[in-house]
């Protein structure tokens, strides 16, 4: 079955950076769209990153500059390079698999960005 495990999150100060991975299972990653989403308490889920399978990429306006979406297609994982990391960065960060209407999800890992 389809599996995707994030993994990075946890407490940071403001200006700090981390970097989240996604590890997938069960598919032929390299044909796979991979995104990181993110919901932050009473907010909805919005797109943060996305990374197409030959390596384009596109970021949410708030991120532009300060995140990094990256995959290795070897070792079946994405990236996302955090910095400057700001208190409205805080929320549950997905990561996403998606192909021709059909998506994956992982269960989520938090980020919270305080001092």
């Known amino acids: 079955q389809v599996q995707l495990v994030e993994s990075g999150g946890g407490l940071v100060q403001p200006g700090g950076s981390l970097r989240l991975s996604c590890a997938a299972s069960?598919?032929?990653?390299s044909m796979w769209s991979m995104r990181l989403y993110r919901q932050a308490p009473g907010k909805e889920r919005e797109l943060v990153a996305s990374i197409t399978g030959g390596g384009t990429t596109n970021y949410a306006d708030s991120v532009k500059g300060r995140f990094t979406i990256s995959r290795d297609n070897a070792k079946k994982m994405v990236y996302l390079q955090m910095n400057s990391l700001k208190p409205e960065d805080t929320a549950v960060y997905y990561c996403?698999?998606?192909?021709?209407?059909?998506?994956?999800w992982g269960q989520g890992t938090q980020v919270t960005v305080s001092s």
């Open positions: 996403n698999a998606y192909r021709d209407g059909r998506d994956y």
């Open positions: 069960g598919i032929i990653f």
